[in-house]
């Protein structure tokens, strides 16, 4: 059935029942089953929009008032947040947040798991939901012909300028607001990504130990203009700065540091630490950005591992050996596994400054490496996985369950990829014994979850020998090509959507993408991002081929 937008018109003022949010927290509903996207509505809210944007399949509203109101509603503290790309959830309650956050995994894990949504604990709540990222990157650029520096309006490169942001830690505005001044003062030229002249395109601040900092100071220029005053006025006005960085980042992109960098003043690292750990962190460090929930993942994960002092176990994604160094205080050998070089060499300096003896890292891929390793003998006990939100290729999860360890523990920072992943890890002969998803960014759509799978019994379990189309999700492919998804929405809601639309919502529904096939074939080319209502007319395409 093709919708018909006849019935909706430009400029007019309708009554939207809102169901459930978008991508990006918009609220989405419908007037006489047309679907209508309005930003800032909640689920279970009846509003009035008018209509500021008509397309076939969807229309864009402008929310003008609130009939009947979400308990869950509240005023966001932040003044910029209406305008702000940083933050999705500030006008829903925290109690909302959560549930929606649980609702979400619950859906991945029943849609395309195919697994029971009891498997799902409740959402790990923080006990700060604001003040709580110890990490800022803020751009610098022209707003109105002067210099700002703010946070991107969503979904563009437009700045915002702002003072100050609610989930900053406080050393790190007071950072941003000391830039503000001095970029003021002394007629600091900023970034044009347009023209791509000036200098200054973005301030970094990170908090450590003691609220203790490290400051970067990204140019595009190979000089830091007034680079004796920075280093002055800051060690004046911020006696927390102890570190302070200049790099250069004169590419196109969105890359925020570049390769080259210089050491202005202080120490070369900043000490923070992790779980009873300290870690020295540079400026090109992975580090997680809310401790306090950070902690609390790392001790799920510690639980779900149930180390009793004598196990071998594997980090498979190891990076700078943050967790690896966590199992090494229970187990009696830890191996950590990780393609990048350099976040291999951090974590053989973490395991060293932590006096962590029982523990090896190596800088490969994981699955060419974990077989090589089983052939010489090594059985671990219990292997952990924390890959990137892409997930983990089939190699690597058929190569884990091939060394046959007692438990998995994956913690993910997508739950629909691990929705598609674990499909593969029941087929080589896992079951999923418990989901515990964590907030790790309050006020965003992102969650993280920790999951414990374990081998089945051999003796109770049959194996049934399937086709490859049958055990995992790279079987969707097979059920509808990129040509017939691009004609049933056509047909249905009468635009057309490119392949590379189809394969970024692919990868948001946890169906294997062949690689690279989503990616542009010109390098500078930025591409371009699915919009929301292509992304919903290929979710139905989905639905109807049975892929989801």
Known sequence: MKYDPAQVRIHEVYTVAIRDLGVHGEGIGSVDGFTVFVPGALPGETVTAEIILLKKSYALGKLLSIEQESPFRVVPECPVYENCGGCQLSHLTYEGQLDMKYRRVKDVIERIAGESGNLVRPVLPAAHPFAYRNKMAVPAGLVKGKAALGCYRQGSHDIIPVSSCAIQKEENNRLLRFARRFIEKYGISVYDEKTRKGSLRHVLGRVGDGGKMMAVLVTASEILPEEKRWIEEIKKELPEVVSLWHNIQSKLGNTILGAKIRHLWGRETLTASLCGLRFE?????????????????????????????????????????????????????????????????????????????????????????????????????????????????????????????????????????????????????????????????????????????????????????????????????????????QNYVLEKFGFKVSNLYIAQVKEKCGIKERENYNKSKKEDLKQPICPIEKEEAIKDAFRYFQMI
């Open 281 to 485: 962190v540079s400026p090109y460090s992975f580090f997680q950005v809310h401790k306090e929930q950070a902690e609390i993942l790392y001790e799920k994960a510690l639980a779900y591992a149930d180390l009793k002092g004598g196990e071998t176990v594997i980090d498979a994604y190891c990076g700078t050996g943050t967790i690896s160094l966590c199992l090494a205080k229970k187990a009696k050998r830890v191996i950590g596994i990780e393609i990048v070089k350099p976040a291999i060499e951090d974590a053989k300096k973490n395991a060293k400054k932590n006096h962590m003896e029982n523990t090896e890292f190596y800088a490969a891929d994981a699955g060419k490496l974990m077989p090589q390793l089983y052939r010489k003998g090594l059985v671990p006990d219990v292997i952990v996985m924390d890959p990137v939100r892409a997930g983990c290729s089939e190699e690597v999860l058929k190569a884990a369950a091939g060394m046959n360890p007692k438990r998995i523990v994956y913690v993910s920072c997508n739950p629909a990829t691990f929705a598609r992943d674990a499909k593969i890890l029941k087929s080589e002969g896992y079951e999923i014994k418990e989901i515990q998803p964590v907030d790790m960014f309050p006020q965003t759509m992102h969650v993280e979850a920790i999951v414990l799978l374990s081998k089945l019994d051999s003796k109770n379990h049959i194996s049934v020998e399937l086709p490859i189309d049958d055990m995992d999700l790279t079987s969707a492919e097979s059920k509808a090509t990129y040509k017939e998804i």
